[in-house]
Nanobody, 123 residues
């Protein structure tokens, strides 16, 4: 099983990025997929999640209205569209897969993790 996160980079405040999480070795629509982020010295925090099955989506309050998570089962890929980016969104972003139906922002519940992609929001 492998999760490959990509799409990070340097963007100015107010800009947009789209992160991708490409999965191999697992059936994506059987797994809840979460996006997390982490900055130095802080715990990894949940940003967004999409459940398996009906694809219900959830967002941290800090990103609601700005970020959108989506899933393309045919491509085994989950996306995180990030708009109106702020400097406080700067972090390493990780995707994770868990073999459960509902969403979760608890890191210990996830079975597989991608390697992380760095997002830097700065002028």
């Amino acid at each position: 099983v492998q999760l490959q996160a990509s799409g990070g980079g340097l963007v100015q405040p107010g800009g947009s990025l789209r992160l991708s999480c490409a999965a191999s070795g697992l059936t994506l629509d059987y797994h809840a997929i979460g996006w997390f982020r982490q900055t130095p010295g802080k715990e990894r925090e949940g940003v967004s999640c999409i459940s398996s099955g009906d694809g219900s989506t959830y967002y941290a309050d800090s990103v609601k209205g700005r970020f959108t998570i989506s899933r393309d089962n045919a491509k085994d890929t989950v996306y995180l569209q990030m708009n109106s980016l702020k400097p406080e969104d700067t972090a390493v972003y990780y995707c994770a897969a868990g073999l459960f139906y509902r969403c979760s922002f608890y890191t210990h519940e996830y079975d597989y993790w991608g390697q992380g992609t760095l997002v830097t929001v700065s002028s």
